[in-house]
């Protein structure tokens, strides 16, 4: 069975500084064999695919990427450098890589501008966003140019966490706590549901949204979102289509990556449906070989094992 992945990370030397604020994550020693694994685009990364059995990577720039560059020209330069670099890439291997652009969303005219060229003269698959953009988070009015070339493009925007733009007071004393361990999930789904409720999915009622980590908890709260909507004050918000769930389930497409659990997996199946939830690896910050075996192996019905491996993402992709 073909298998692709959908979060599989990569770095450029020129943009290593942008993830210096990652290496506290973890010891020394792991960020070392992390940063060269980011690095690599040819044989490293090809044989650790070859032995994991994973077809296809569709690439995309590592965490927090164009968007911790705080001048919007500088931005909109690396972002068409790196999105060219990639599609390079893709062209020496298209049978193993497929790409999402970076987005210079410092200046989102730029940004949809540059999502359109990634599209239609790269051959990219879409983009990836790496949480907020100098505190300006993807409901952001001034977003509304993104999403609608995202929708007319009729790819996804795939959200990736990132460090937040604060650190909420429960957290302060906790560093620990701060990341992917914890932190990153709950803030990615708060993102998500921002989008929600400002109304980017009214506005653009086709838009996709991806996200990882088996959609970061999401799945497992939407009876609840739904209940206490019904209960709470609306402040003034009407959603058209009535429940956050009918968003979640519309809108949102889910991978796996990071997630190696089956039950979280068959939540996500119940709650959202086979035909949005796909495969990720998270490489090189989880073993990809973990990752695939988990794949072929978790107890769910051959046909979802097969949409989730490949036929979503070359549906949704057009790979």
Request: overall charge negative; glycine content about 6%; some cysteine.
């Given at each position: 069975?073909?298998?692709?992945?959908?979060?599989?990370?990569?770095?450029?030397?020129?943009?290593?500084?942008?993830?210096?604020?990652?290496?506290?994550?973890?010891?020394?020693?792991?960020?070392?064999?992390?940063?060269?694994?980011?690095?690599?685009?040819?044989?490293?990364?090809?044989?650790?695919?070859?032995?994991?059995?994973?077809?296809?990577?569709?690439?995309?720039?590592?965490?927090?990427?164009?968007?911790?560059?705080?001048?919007?020209?500088?931005?909109?330069?690396?972002?068409?450098?790196?999105?060219?670099?990639?599609?390079?890439?893709?062209?020496?291997?298209?049978?193993?890589?497929?790409?999402?652009?970076?987005?210079?969303?410092?200046?989102?005219?730029?940004?949809?501008?540059?999502?359109?060229?990634?599209?239609?003269?790269?051959?990219?698959?879409?983009?990836?966003?790496?949480?907020?953009?100098?505190?300006?988070?993807?409901?952001?009015?001034?977003?509304?140019?993104?999403?609608?070339?995202?929708?007319?493009?009729?790819?996804?925007?795939?959200?990736?966490?990132?460090?937040?733009?604060?650190?909420?007071?429960?957290?302060?004393?906790?560093?620990?706590?701060?990341?992917?361990?914890?932190?990153?999930?709950?803030?990615?789904?708060?993102?998500?549901?921002?989008?929600?409720?400002?109304?980017?999915?009214?506005?653009?009622?086709?838009?996709?949204?991806?996200?990882?980590?088996?959609?970061?908890?999401?799945?497992?709260?939407?009876?609840?979102?739904?209940?206490?909507?019904?209960?709470?004050?609306?402040?003034?918000?009407?959603?058209?289509?009535?429940?956050?769930?009918?968003?979640?389930?519309?809108?949102?497409?889910?991978t796996t990556s990071g997630v190696c659990s089956t039950a979280p997996l068959v939540c996500t199946l119940a709650e959202l449906g086979a035909d949005h939830v796909l495969f990720g690896t998270d490489y090189p910050y989880e073993d990809m070989a973990t990752a695939?075996?988990?794949?072929?192996t978790t107890p769910i019905s051959e046909e979802d094992r097969a949409k989730i491996s490949h036929l979503n993402a070359e549906r949704l992709l057009r790979l």
């Amino acid at each position: 069975m073909r298998t692709i992945g959908l979060e599989e990370h990569f770095l450029t030397t020129e943009l290593a500084p942008y993830s210096a604020s990652s290496k506290a994550i973890t010891t020394p020693d792991r960020w070392a064999k992390v940063s060269r694994q980011l690095l690599d685009l040819a044989d490293q990364r090809l044989a650790e695919m070859d032995a994991a059995r994973l077809d296809m990577q569709v690439l995309s720039l590592t965490a927090p990427g164009i968007q911790a560059e705080p001048d919007a020209g500088l931005a909109v330069a690396r972002a068409a450098a790196v999105n060219d670099l990639l599609a390079a890439t893709i062209e020496a291997r298209p049978d193993r890589f497929a790409g999402f652009a970076a987005l210079p969303l410092q200046d989102p005219q730029a940004a949809a501008k540059e999502l359109d060229r990634a599209v239609n003269q790269l051959g990219l698959r879409g983009a990836l966003v790496n949480a907020h953009t100098q505190g300006r988070y993807l409901d952001d009015p001034t977003m509304r140019v993104v999403w609608e070339s995202a929708e007319g493009l009729d790819v996804p925007l795939y959200l990736h966490p990132a460090n937040g733009f604060d650190v909420p007071h429960v957290l302060g004393d906790h560093p620990e706590l701060i990341g992917p361990m914890w932190s990153w999930g709950p803030e990615t789904a708060a993102h998500t549901l921002r989008l929600i409720f400002s109304g980017v999915f009214d506005d653009f009622p086709n838009a996709k949204l991806m996200i990882g980590h088996m959609g970061e908890s999401l799945p497992f709260s939407l009876w609840r979102l739904d209940s206490r909507w019904d209960f709470h004050n609306h402040r003034g918000i009407e959603l058209a289509r009535g429940n956050p769930s009918e968003y979640l389930r519309h809108n949102l497409y889910v991978t796996t990556s990071g997630v190696c659990s089956t039950a979280p997996l068959v939540c996500t199946l119940a709650e959202l449906g086979a035909d949005h939830v796909l495969f990720g690896t998270d490489y090189p910050y989880e073993d990809m070989a973990t990752a695939t075996e988990f794949l072929r192996t978790t107890p769910i019905s051959e046909e979802d094992r097969a949409k989730i491996s490949h036929l979503n993402a070359e549906r949704l992709l057009r790979l």
